[in-house]
Protein backbone atom coordinates (compact mmCIF):
# COMPACT_ATOMS: atom_id res chain seq x y z
CA UNK A 1 0.00 0.00 0.00
CA UNK A 2 2.61 2.70 0.91
CA UNK A 3 4.17 1.59 -2.28
CA UNK A 4 1.98 1.68 -4.47
CA UNK A 5 0.29 5.43 -2.66
CA UNK A 6 3.98 6.76 -2.76
CA UNK A 7 4.60 6.28 -6.07
CA UNK A 8 1.11 7.93 -6.83
CA UNK A 9 2.25 11.09 -4.57
CA UNK A 10 5.56 11.69 -5.25
CA UNK A 11 5.30 10.79 -9.09
CA UNK A 12 1.94 12.85 -9.04
CA UNK A 13 3.39 15.11 -12.20
CA UNK A 14 3.39 11.87 -14.46
CA UNK A 15 0.00 10.77 -12.88
CA UNK A 16 -1.66 13.72 -14.40
CA UNK A 17 0.84 14.85 -17.28
CA UNK A 18 -0.64 11.49 -18.92
CA UNK A 19 -4.59 13.00 -18.46
CA UNK A 20 -3.76 15.95 -19.42
CA UNK A 21 -5.40 15.52 -22.73
CA UNK A 22 -8.27 14.61 -21.27
CA UNK A 23 -8.80 18.01 -19.23
CA UNK A 24 -11.48 19.64 -20.62
CA UNK A 25 -13.67 17.31 -20.69
CA UNK A 26 -13.11 15.38 -16.82
CA UNK A 27 -11.45 18.28 -14.48
CA UNK A 28 -14.48 20.53 -12.92
CA UNK A 29 -15.11 23.59 -14.51
CA UNK A 30 -13.60 25.76 -10.87
CA UNK A 31 -10.39 24.26 -11.79
CA UNK A 32 -7.90 25.15 -14.22
CA UNK A 33 -5.72 22.66 -16.03
CA UNK A 34 -2.35 22.24 -15.28
CA UNK A 35 -1.16 21.95 -18.81
CA UNK A 36 -2.33 25.73 -19.29
CA UNK A 37 -1.06 26.81 -15.72
CA UNK A 38 2.37 25.68 -16.48
CA UNK A 39 2.03 27.04 -20.27
CA UNK A 40 1.35 30.36 -19.27
CA UNK A 41 4.57 30.22 -16.62
CA UNK A 42 6.81 29.11 -18.79
CA UNK A 43 5.01 32.50 -21.11
CA UNK A 44 5.51 34.64 -18.03
CA UNK A 45 9.33 34.20 -18.08
CA UNK A 46 11.46 32.48 -15.56
CA UNK A 47 12.50 33.57 -11.69
CA UNK A 48 15.49 31.74 -11.67
CA UNK A 49 17.97 33.50 -9.19
CA UNK A 50 20.18 34.26 -12.20
CA UNK A 51 17.54 36.28 -13.80
CA UNK A 52 16.55 38.28 -10.47
CA UNK A 53 20.12 37.88 -8.51
CA UNK A 54 18.88 41.11 -6.50
CA UNK A 55 15.18 39.36 -5.13
CA UNK A 56 15.28 37.48 -1.85
CA UNK A 57 14.57 34.07 -1.40
CA UNK A 58 10.65 34.65 0.64
CA UNK A 59 10.17 37.41 -2.25
CA UNK A 60 11.04 35.49 -4.81
CA UNK A 61 8.38 32.80 -3.62
CA UNK A 62 5.78 35.11 -3.31
CA UNK A 63 6.31 36.67 -6.99
CA UNK A 64 6.12 32.63 -8.22
CA UNK A 65 2.66 32.14 -6.45
CA UNK A 66 1.28 35.55 -7.51
CA UNK A 67 1.98 34.02 -11.27
CA UNK A 68 0.17 31.17 -9.86
CA UNK A 69 -2.37 32.49 -8.24
CA UNK A 70 -3.51 35.13 -10.85
CA UNK A 71 -4.40 31.92 -13.74
CA UNK A 72 -5.90 29.40 -11.49
CA UNK A 73 -9.56 29.60 -10.53
CA UNK A 74 -10.43 29.08 -6.95
CA UNK A 75 -7.18 27.02 -5.84
CA UNK A 76 -4.71 29.47 -4.32
CA UNK A 77 -0.76 28.97 -3.45
CA UNK A 78 0.77 29.80 -0.08
CA UNK A 79 3.27 28.79 2.37
CA UNK A 80 2.68 26.78 5.01
CA UNK A 81 1.94 27.52 8.57
CA UNK A 82 2.04 25.46 11.98
CA UNK A 83 -1.72 25.05 11.38
CA UNK A 84 -1.25 23.33 8.21
CA UNK A 85 0.64 20.42 9.57
CA UNK A 86 -2.25 18.66 11.54
CA UNK A 87 -3.86 18.70 7.96
CA UNK A 88 -0.21 17.24 6.10
CA UNK A 89 0.16 14.62 8.58
CA UNK A 90 -4.05 13.41 8.07
CA UNK A 91 -3.87 13.73 4.45
CA UNK A 92 -0.39 11.34 4.50
CA UNK A 93 -1.60 9.09 7.07
CA UNK A 94 -4.49 8.15 5.14
CA UNK A 95 -1.95 6.79 2.29
CA UNK A 96 0.12 4.93 4.48
CA UNK A 97 3.09 7.30 4.78
CA UNK A 98 4.16 7.32 8.42
CA UNK A 99 5.85 10.37 8.85
CA UNK A 100 4.52 12.95 11.78
CA UNK A 101 4.10 16.71 12.26
CA UNK A 102 8.13 16.26 14.17
CA UNK A 103 9.04 15.36 10.59
CA UNK A 104 7.26 18.96 8.99
CA UNK A 105 8.22 20.76 11.71
CA UNK A 106 11.62 20.09 11.35
CA UNK A 107 11.24 21.69 7.54
CA UNK A 108 9.80 24.12 8.73
CA UNK A 109 12.51 25.06 11.66
CA UNK A 110 14.95 24.35 8.46
CA UNK A 111 13.36 26.96 6.45
CA UNK A 112 9.86 28.71 7.30
CA UNK A 113 9.40 28.73 3.45
CA UNK A 114 9.73 24.79 3.02
CA UNK A 115 6.43 23.92 2.46
CA UNK A 116 3.82 25.00 0.11
CA UNK A 117 0.41 24.75 0.20
CA UNK A 118 -2.47 24.27 -2.75
CA UNK A 119 -5.97 25.50 -0.91
CA UNK A 120 -9.10 25.82 -2.25
CA UNK A 121 -11.31 28.80 -1.45
CA UNK A 122 -11.98 28.20 2.20
CA UNK A 123 -8.39 28.15 2.77
CA UNK A 124 -8.29 24.33 3.44
CA UNK A 125 -5.10 22.71 2.01
CA UNK A 126 -6.04 20.16 -0.77
CA UNK A 127 -1.95 19.42 -1.44
CA UNK A 128 1.60 20.05 -0.17
CA UNK A 129 4.97 20.38 -1.75
CA UNK A 130 8.32 20.59 0.09
CA UNK A 131 11.44 22.35 -0.94
CA UNK A 132 13.26 22.91 1.71
CA UNK A 133 16.31 25.09 2.05
CA UNK A 134 18.56 23.29 4.02
CA UNK A 135 21.97 24.20 3.54
CA UNK A 136 23.71 26.81 1.12
CA UNK A 137 22.89 26.10 -2.32
CA UNK A 138 21.35 22.56 -1.44
CA UNK A 139 17.80 22.09 -1.45
CA UNK A 140 15.59 18.98 -0.33
CA UNK A 141 12.18 17.96 -1.68
CA UNK A 142 10.19 17.31 1.09
CA UNK A 143 6.17 15.77 1.09
CA UNK A 144 4.15 15.64 -2.45
CA UNK A 145 0.97 15.08 -1.82
CA UNK A 146 -2.36 15.88 -3.38
CA UNK A 147 -5.83 15.24 -1.72
CA UNK A 148 -7.76 12.33 -2.73
CA UNK A 149 -10.87 14.21 -3.85
CA UNK A 150 -8.55 16.87 -5.90
CA UNK A 151 -6.33 14.43 -8.06
CA UNK A 152 -6.36 14.06 -11.76
CA UNK A 153 -7.40 18.02 -12.14
CA UNK A 154 -3.57 19.02 -12.41
CA UNK A 155 -2.61 20.57 -9.14
CA UNK A 156 -0.06 17.73 -9.41
CA UNK A 157 1.63 19.11 -12.15
CA UNK A 158 1.58 22.69 -10.97
CA UNK A 159 3.26 21.56 -7.54
CA UNK A 160 5.45 20.14 -9.87
CA UNK A 161 6.21 23.02 -11.81
CA UNK A 162 6.33 24.93 -8.68
CA UNK A 163 8.88 22.48 -7.10
CA UNK A 164 11.22 23.33 -10.20
CA UNK A 165 10.42 26.57 -10.30
CA UNK A 166 11.64 27.01 -6.18
CA UNK A 167 14.88 24.59 -6.91
CA UNK A 168 16.01 26.57 -9.24
CA UNK A 169 19.66 26.76 -9.61
CA UNK A 170 20.51 25.02 -6.04
CA UNK A 171 21.36 21.33 -6.20
CA UNK A 172 18.11 19.54 -5.54
CA UNK A 173 18.03 16.13 -3.92
CA UNK A 174 14.76 13.77 -3.65
CA UNK A 175 14.56 10.65 -2.29
CA UNK A 176 12.07 8.32 -4.07
CA UNK A 177 10.91 4.93 -5.02
CA UNK A 178 13.12 3.38 -7.38
CA UNK A 179 10.88 2.62 -10.10
CA UNK A 180 10.25 6.20 -10.69
CA UNK A 181 13.78 7.14 -10.59
CA UNK A 182 14.00 7.25 -14.60
CA UNK A 183 11.17 9.01 -14.79
CA UNK A 184 13.23 12.13 -12.60
CA UNK A 185 16.10 11.46 -14.64
CA UNK A 186 14.56 12.75 -17.95
CA UNK A 187 13.65 15.76 -15.90
CA UNK A 188 17.09 16.99 -14.73
CA UNK A 189 18.03 14.89 -11.67
CA UNK A 190 20.47 12.58 -13.59
CA UNK A 191 23.14 11.55 -10.33
CA UNK A 192 22.19 8.92 -8.45
CA UNK A 193 23.81 8.31 -5.37
CA UNK A 194 23.02 5.51 -3.01
CA UNK A 195 20.05 3.14 -2.88
CA UNK A 196 18.20 1.84 0.57
CA UNK A 197 15.59 -0.53 1.30
CA UNK A 198 12.75 0.18 3.65
CA UNK A 199 11.68 -2.37 6.09
CA UNK A 200 8.73 -2.69 8.59
CA UNK A 201 8.24 -5.40 11.34
CA UNK A 202 6.68 -5.72 14.51
CA UNK A 203 8.66 -5.62 17.78
CA UNK A 204 9.21 -8.55 19.71
CA UNK A 205 11.49 -9.80 22.64
CA UNK A 206 13.48 -11.48 19.87
CA UNK A 207 14.59 -8.20 18.72
CA UNK A 208 16.17 -7.35 21.64
CA UNK A 209 17.34 -10.83 22.68
CA UNK A 210 19.18 -11.87 19.85
CA UNK A 211 22.03 -10.70 19.86
CA UNK A 212 24.66 -9.57 23.15
CA UNK A 213 26.65 -6.61 23.46
CA UNK A 214 28.78 -6.81 20.58
CA UNK A 215 31.24 -3.76 20.91
CA UNK A 216 33.12 -2.54 23.77
CA UNK A 217 31.52 0.86 23.52
CA UNK A 218 29.19 2.69 25.96
CA UNK A 219 25.82 3.91 24.50
CA UNK A 220 24.97 7.05 26.00
CA UNK A 221 22.74 9.84 25.27
CA UNK A 222 23.62 12.93 22.88
CA UNK A 223 23.87 16.11 25.56
CA UNK A 224 25.18 19.44 24.06
CA UNK A 225 28.52 18.84 25.88
CA UNK A 226 29.12 15.39 23.31
CA UNK A 227 27.31 17.22 20.78
CA UNK A 228 30.13 18.70 19.02
CA UNK A 229 32.21 15.57 19.25
CA UNK A 230 29.34 13.56 16.88
CA UNK A 231 28.94 16.64 14.85
CA UNK A 232 32.67 15.98 14.07
CA UNK A 233 31.77 12.64 13.47
CA UNK A 234 28.85 13.52 11.01
CA UNK A 235 31.52 15.90 8.84
CA UNK A 236 33.93 12.35 8.73
CA UNK A 237 30.45 10.52 7.14
CA UNK A 238 29.71 13.90 4.92
CA UNK A 239 33.14 14.33 3.68
CA UNK A 240 33.43 17.51 5.24
CA UNK A 241 29.80 18.77 4.83
CA UNK A 242 28.48 20.67 7.59
CA UNK A 243 25.17 19.36 8.41
CA UNK A 244 25.12 20.77 12.27
CA UNK A 245 21.74 23.33 11.30
CA UNK A 246 19.95 20.04 9.98
CA UNK A 247 21.37 17.81 12.85
CA UNK A 248 20.49 20.20 15.54
CA UNK A 249 16.69 19.98 14.56
CA UNK A 250 16.50 16.53 13.89
CA UNK A 251 18.61 14.99 16.42
CA UNK A 252 15.97 16.29 19.35
CA UNK A 253 13.01 16.79 20.50
CA UNK A 254 10.05 15.05 22.47
CA UNK A 255 9.54 12.74 20.15
CA UNK A 256 13.23 11.68 19.47
CA UNK A 257 15.96 9.29 21.40
CA UNK A 258 19.56 10.51 20.61
CA UNK A 259 22.49 8.51 21.36
CA UNK A 260 25.74 8.10 20.75
CA UNK A 261 28.46 5.01 21.12
CA UNK A 262 31.54 6.02 22.88
CA UNK A 263 35.02 4.14 23.33
CA UNK A 264 37.77 5.52 24.73
CA UNK A 265 36.53 9.05 25.14
CA UNK A 266 36.04 8.74 21.31
CA UNK A 267 32.56 8.65 18.67
CA UNK A 268 32.21 5.63 17.19
CA UNK A 269 28.65 6.21 15.87
CA UNK A 270 25.78 8.16 16.70
CA UNK A 271 21.63 7.43 15.93
CA UNK A 272 18.12 8.29 16.39
CA UNK A 273 15.24 6.70 17.01
CA UNK A 274 11.89 8.46 16.45
CA UNK A 275 8.39 7.75 17.58
CA UNK A 276 6.11 8.61 14.88
CA UNK A 277 2.92 7.45 16.22
CA UNK A 278 1.60 5.93 19.25
CA UNK A 279 2.55 2.46 17.89
CA UNK A 280 5.17 3.30 15.14
CA UNK A 281 8.85 3.77 15.26
CA UNK A 282 11.26 4.75 13.20
CA UNK A 283 15.26 4.53 13.16
CA UNK A 284 15.84 7.80 11.61
CA UNK A 285 20.11 7.64 11.27
CA UNK A 286 21.81 5.06 12.12
CA UNK A 287 26.13 5.40 11.40
CA UNK A 288 28.70 3.45 13.23
CA UNK A 289 32.59 2.41 12.30
CA UNK A 290 31.38 -1.50 12.28
CA UNK A 291 28.76 -3.54 12.31
CA UNK A 292 29.07 -4.04 16.26
CA UNK A 293 29.21 -0.83 17.00
CA UNK A 294 25.82 -0.52 15.21
CA UNK A 295 24.30 -4.18 17.00
CA UNK A 296 24.75 -1.83 20.29
CA UNK A 297 23.08 1.10 19.22
CA UNK A 298 20.33 -1.00 18.37
CA UNK A 299 20.19 -2.96 21.14
CA UNK A 300 19.75 0.59 22.91
CA UNK A 301 17.25 1.44 20.67
CA UNK A 302 15.11 -1.09 21.07
CA UNK A 303 14.44 -0.96 24.28
CA UNK A 304 12.68 1.77 24.34
CA UNK A 305 10.02 0.16 21.40
CA UNK A 306 7.08 -1.90 23.14
CA UNK A 307 6.01 -4.99 21.68
CA UNK A 308 3.67 -5.00 19.54
CA UNK A 309 4.77 -1.58 17.95
CA UNK A 310 6.07 -1.24 14.40
CA UNK A 311 9.51 -0.11 13.31
CA UNK A 312 10.36 0.99 10.26
CA UNK A 313 14.06 0.92 9.11
CA UNK A 314 16.01 1.84 5.93
CA UNK A 315 19.29 0.49 5.74
CA UNK A 316 21.78 0.92 3.24
CA UNK A 317 21.34 -1.52 0.34
CA UNK A 318 24.72 -3.05 0.30
CA UNK A 319 24.46 -3.27 4.44
CA UNK A 320 23.56 -6.86 5.70
CA UNK A 321 20.49 -6.54 7.71
CA UNK A 322 20.62 -7.12 11.43
CA UNK A 323 19.84 -10.68 12.69
CA UNK A 324 17.61 -9.10 15.17
CA UNK A 325 15.71 -8.31 12.20
CA UNK A 326 15.90 -11.49 10.28
CA UNK A 327 11.55 -11.23 10.33
CA UNK A 328 11.46 -8.54 8.50
CA UNK A 329 10.35 -8.23 4.82
CA UNK A 330 11.52 -5.70 2.03
CA UNK A 331 9.09 -3.20 1.67
CA UNK A 332 10.34 -1.96 -1.18
CA UNK A 333 13.46 0.03 -2.08
CA UNK A 334 14.48 3.74 -2.61
CA UNK A 335 17.28 5.80 -4.10
CA UNK A 336 18.42 9.08 -3.78
CA UNK A 337 19.48 11.85 -6.27
CA UNK A 338 20.27 14.70 -7.32
CA UNK A 339 19.66 17.18 -9.88
CA UNK A 340 23.55 18.77 -9.92
CA UNK A 341 26.08 16.85 -8.61
CA UNK A 342 26.28 14.06 -5.85
CA UNK A 343 26.74 14.73 -2.05
CA UNK A 344 30.16 12.17 -1.24
CA UNK A 345 29.40 10.18 1.66
CA UNK A 346 31.54 7.46 3.63
CA UNK A 347 28.82 4.89 2.78
CA UNK A 348 31.21 2.04 4.73
CA UNK A 349 30.20 3.72 7.68
CA UNK A 350 26.39 4.70 6.60
CA UNK A 351 23.78 2.10 7.53
CA UNK A 352 20.20 3.31 8.36
CA UNK A 353 19.54 6.62 6.89
CA UNK A 354 16.70 8.76 6.29
CA UNK A 355 13.64 9.54 3.43
CA UNK A 356 13.04 13.45 5.49
CA UNK A 357 15.81 15.08 5.38
CA UNK A 358 19.57 15.22 3.62
Known amino acids: MYRVIRKNCASACSLLFTRSNNYSSRAPPRHVAASQICKELSENGSTSSSSRPSVLYAD ?36 GWWYTAFHYKVLLKLDPFAITVAADEADTPVGFIGVCNVLPGIAYNGPFIVRKDFRGVGIGNILNKLMKELI ?5 CMDLDHDFVEHYVQKGFIHKSYKFKLYKLTVSDYCRNVNEKASKCNIVPITNKLLPFVLEYDRGIYRGLDRERILRACLFGDSVHTVAALCDETIKGYGS ?14 FGDSENVVEDILGNMLELVPNGASLIALLVEDKQLSKRFSRFETYFIMQRIFNKFNIETDLDRMYYVNDYML
Not at 273 to 281: D, E, P, Q, V, W
Open 273 to 286: LIKSTTNTYSISTL
Open 168 to 172: AERNG
Open 60 to 95: KQQLIFSRINDITDKIHFRHAVAEDIDNLVAMTNEE
